[in-house]
């Protein structure tokens, strides 16, 4: 199993965050998070941290307080165990690497509504607090095993869900690495042209490969998204977006699809994040 580390950034005053460059669709897609990263070959966790922030950041550190919380994860056919620690840093300039293109210092109320995080914010918000003020909530190790939500599922509920217009792709072979279960032709919303709407089941190993492949093909104008289990993936034109229901990144899509001229109702991300059939 891999091990990486996750470490909240504080300065003694706010914490830092940093959005996640938009592309390089092997990371996500665009979304605000925390420095994150593997435990090389001879490596203890802390110096692992202290050289992730140092590459990502620039940052030093002083002090690091382990939170006693990991998650264990499969991501690219591999499972991950990643471990939480909060990261007290020295003053510094920012220098972000590639894997970053902007970054905010946030007070810790506006710090977890930014963030995207897949679990429970208010259980994060209640260790970060704590931490700061030196405990630890969790006395034994806390493990959050994602991995366990697939288990005792059908292979219908493991698979992402969404819809694709043909007529949005220059590189059709891309519907290769999808299961067309429908399609129809019918007018987008507010507008008179006719596309071919395919409803469209991704397999989990195939989604990075087909997210990134959409992200070069789909036409300038046009969006795809693709839906499981509350998180959703909205794929432009060389940006991509990972976000669930309230989330801010939710808003950031629609931003990005009003500056490419896609009318209002023809984003409606809230609904398709329940059903994304539709």
């Known amino acids: 199993m891999d091990k990486k580390i996750l470490a909240f950034v504080y300065d003694g005053k706010k914490f830092l965050i940093l959005r996640n460059n938009?592309?390089?669709?092997?990371?996500g897609g665009d979304y605000w998070f925390t420095v994150t990263g593997s435990v090389e070959k001879n490596e203890s966790k802390k110096e692992a941290i202290k050289r992730e922030i140092k590459e990502e950041t620039n940052l030093d550190v002083k002090e690091i307080v382990d939170l006693n919380w990991a998650s264990i994860y499969s991501w690219n056919g591999q499972d991950h165990k990643e471990n939480n620690?909060?990261?007290?840093?020295?003053?510094?300039?920012?220098?972000?690497?590639?894997?970053?293109?902007?970054?905010?210092?946030?007070?810790?109320?506006?710090?977890?509504?930014?963030?995207?995080?897949?679990?429970?914010?208010?259980?994060?918000?209640?260790?970060?607090?704590?931490?700061?003020?030196?405990?630890?909530?969790?006395?034994k190790e806390k493990i959050d095993d994602f991995r366990k939500k697939s288990l005792g599922m059908n292979s219908e509920n493991r698979v992402w869900r969404g819809v694709i217009l043909e007529e949005s792709l220059e590189d059709k072979s891309l519907l290769s690495l999808v299961k067309i279960v429908g399609t129809k032709k019918e007018k987008l919303e507010g507008e008179n042209r006719f596309m071919t709407f395919h409803k469209i089941e991704v397999k989990e190993k195939d989604k990075d490969k087909f997210i990134h492949k959409v992200v070069k093909s789909i036409k300038y104008g046009f969006y795809t998204h693709l839906v499981k289990e509350g998180v959703m993936y909205v794929v432009f034109k060389g940006h991509m977006y990972k976000f669930s229901k309230g989330f801010p990144e939710l808003e950031m899509a629609k931003d990005e699809g009003r500056k490419m001229g896609i009318p209002e109702e023809q984003m409606p991300f809230e609904h398709l994040v329940d059903h994304p059939f539709d």
Request: hydrophobic share 45%; aromatic share 12%; glycine share 4%.
């Open 22 to 27: 938009p592309k390089d669709p092997a990371h």
């Open 85 to 139: 620690f909060l990261a007290f840093a020295k003053k510094g300039k920012i220098i972000l690497n590639k894997e970053h293109i902007d970054f905010e210092w946030l007070e810790l109320d506006n710090f977890v509504e930014r963030i995207n995080w897949g679990s429970d914010k208010n259980v994060l918000k209640k260790v970060l607090e704590k931490a700061l003020k030196g405990e630890i909530i969790f006395k």
